[in-house]
């Protein structure tokens, strides 16, 4: 190391200790902070708890020009770092949606006449009319940009302000960029770095790997698994945890569940910004034992104890997946994850797969109402007779992918490129997002080795974890119903009946035809099929048609050879026999009823 190399880690070493209070860096984090010191470009990729933060506010705060830009699209995150930077003796204040207009004024005020030395803003805030005039004019030395995974159209929680940063942030050179994420896929990293129009960047991939966090993945149909939660937590080890369901109607029944037995807390975005604040204040000074949340919970929540993360259903991505684990034993003592899944879950995925990413003749009809004359969302929801939130998605993916033009004032205009095919690829991308999780719970290996491979972390030892369900050799124990209720299990015997006579039966046929009714919703009707098909007595097939230039994919049932020679052993032929008539006579009506209905939506769909 050269006498300037060796000053510049002494001065490095002095400012960690002095200022942050910190007697030693994290691993990799000198390297890191040497590198935006020197005014390099840099990506880091480092998992949740590692120490991101630090790796551009001590490189700031030991440059003699140091001033830093943070772009963040948390506000309790933006909150929490102005805060801790404040009790440090640093100048730092924040603009976004949540602060008075005469606050963020005064804000700007301290950053204009060189009072600050970080400014945190949300990435919307870079979109306001001459605010990027203002920066331009009173630049930064180094740009941060935090959560930088959102940049990207292949990551898990894309974000459309995010995507126009490039251009925006391009105007605040020469101040070198660094952008921080816990989860980047290599093809994440590469785009982050093309977005941002990265110079030559020092890019730092590494720590994925969490030797406190032991993972277990329970295949359990979905009524069973609150119980089996409940029956895990009897090990009060596990407490306190966050517990992510996959919708907020789930996230309310777990937690009036959960709450009989434990001090509960419950978060989602239908509840009120003040009751979020609340809750999430709650769970943090201990007050509650459990958080139940959909994953609008979690990020920016610094909260080193918890002690185990349970997923009530598949998450969408390993991404996602590998972030909202990392909230588990952030204070390095020992933790568990344990996801609970079945083949169902592509259900509710499937379902936000269609609102999010619609069918290409809906944005086809976006684009002909914008050509009509309609000029901003309101307009085109209203010409077209769609809901106003399915017209959002459909604007935002076709600005994204240059189908539209939207000016600063909100405006639209037809864009000038071809989208169809960068817009299909970002879905198929999305399914196989999905499709990766459900091969992570399948997949017979260890599961944090699997995880770090997902991220490319190549400066890992490559070594089984020892202590998930598949190195320990032992699955998770829990109670559980394991039995099917009387009705369940004559529900199954129904079905199997009804299937004899044909190789296979759609499964809104037979539900509209046997089971619809208050008592049997759709749900429950799947969790009958989830239990014949694990028992391997039916066999379930995905098939599509096309319709509309769009393709509507449904399941096919039938009886596998086992589930026919199940039924063939049954001592009570004569009974089935009887049971046999009875479910002609159910079909018949069921496929009446059934047929009414069908040809009732298809005038209407002809109609529209």
Known sequence: MSDSSANIASAIDLVLQEIFGFNSFRARQREVCLSAWRGNDVLLVMPTGAGKSLCYQLPTV????????????????????????????????????????????????????????????????????GFLDFLSDHKPALVAVDEAHCISMWGHDFRSDYRQLGDRLSRLRPANFIALTATATPEVQKDIVAQLGMHQPDIFIHGFRRQNIAIDVLELTPGARVEAMIDILKDRKR?????????????????????????????????????????????????????????????????????????????????????EIGRAGRDGAASSAVLMYAPVDRKTHDYFLDLNYPEISLLDKVLDAVAAGSNNRDEVAGRLGLPSDLVRGAIEKLWIHGGLVVDEYGGFS??????????????????????????????????????????????????????????????LTCKVSARASKEELRAQETLMLALVPFQSKTSSQLFKELFESPQWD????????????????????????????QVIEYQRIGLTDEGRLHLSRQKLAPSLAVQRQKIDQRIKAGRKKF????RSFQSKDRSY
Request: net charge positive; with cysteine; aromatic share 8%.
């Open 62 to 129: 030991a440059r003699q020009d140091g001033r830093a830009l943070v772009i963040s699209p948390l506000i309790a995150l933006i909150e929490d770092q102005v805060q801790k930077l404040n009790s440090l003796g640093i100048a730092a204040d924040r603009i976004h949606s949540g602060r008075q207009r005469v606050d963020s004024q005064d804000a700007c005020r301290k950053w204009r006449e060189g009072r600050l030395q970080f400014l945190f803003i949300a990435p919307e805030r870079l979109g306001v009319p």
């Open 239 to 323: 407490i306190p945890c966050i517990v992510y369901a996959p919708t907020r109607k789930l996230a309310e029944s777990a937690a009036t569940e959960l709450s009989k037995h434990y001090k509960t807390g419950l978060f989602h975005a239908g509840l009120s910004a003040q009751d979020r604040q609340n809750v999430q204040d709650a769970f943090i000074a201990d007050q509650l034992e459990v958080m139940v949340a959909t994953i609008a919970f979690g990020m920016g929540v610094d909260k080193p104890n918890v002690r185990a993360v349970f997923h009530l259903a598949s998450p969408g991505s390993v991404e996602g997946y590998y972030q």
């Open 414 to 475: 037809v864009g000038p490129r071809d989208w169809e095919q960068s817009y299909l690829r970002q879905r198929r991308h999305r399914k196989e997002q999905v499709n990766s999780i459900f091969s992570f719970a399948q997949h017979r290996s260890c599961r944090m080795l699997r995880l770090i491979q997902h991220f490319g972390d190549k400066g890992d030892s490559d070594q089984a974890c020892g202590i998930c369900d598949f190195c320990r050799g032992t699955q």
């Open 522 to 549: 759709r749900r429950r009707f799947e969790g009958v099929i989830w239990d014949l098909d694990s028992k391997g007595l039916i066999f379930i097939q995905t098939q599509s048609f096309k319709k509309d230039d």
């Open 595 to 598: 047929s009414g209905k069908r």
